[in-house]
């Protein structure tokens, strides 16, 4: 069981991991693609931190901090969520089901 699930492993959601694990929220990632739109994008040169870096390198660097912060990621598409009275169900491409208080949809 999870605290929160974090639907959708883009920008977005990866940062939203990584402030769950820093604050040790049991938080997982469910996304098909991990890097989202990042892994399209050659250059980015306006994220804070960095002159230039390549998008499937931050998609990279972002997982690795998820990981390293103790951050759980499935490479999964969420196909379905069920609210139960009192948790969520988000059941994944994988045949599992995650069952958690809160849910992030970050697509």
Do not use: C, W
């Not at 920008?11 to 694990?21: F, K, N, R």
């Not at 098909?32 to 994220?47: D, M, P, T, V």
């Not at 660097?61 to 999964?76: D, T």
């Amino acid at each position: 069981m999870y605290d929160l699930v974090i639907v959708g492993g883009g920008p977005a959601g990866l940062s939203a991991a990584v402030y769950a694990a820093r604050y040790r929220i049991k938080a997982v990632v469910i996304a098909k693609i991990i890097g989202g739109k990042l892994l399209e994008a050659n250059r980015i040169e306006n994220y804070p931190g960095f002159k230039s870096i390549r998008g499937m390198r931050l998609a990279e660097r972002m997982k690795e901090q998820v990981l390293h912060l103790g951050g759980e990621i499935i490479e999964a598409e969420a196909v379905d969520i069920k609210r139960g009275y009192t948790l969520f169900n988000v059941f994944g491409s994988d045949n599992r089901k995650y069952q958690t208080k809160a849910i992030i949809l970050a697509m």
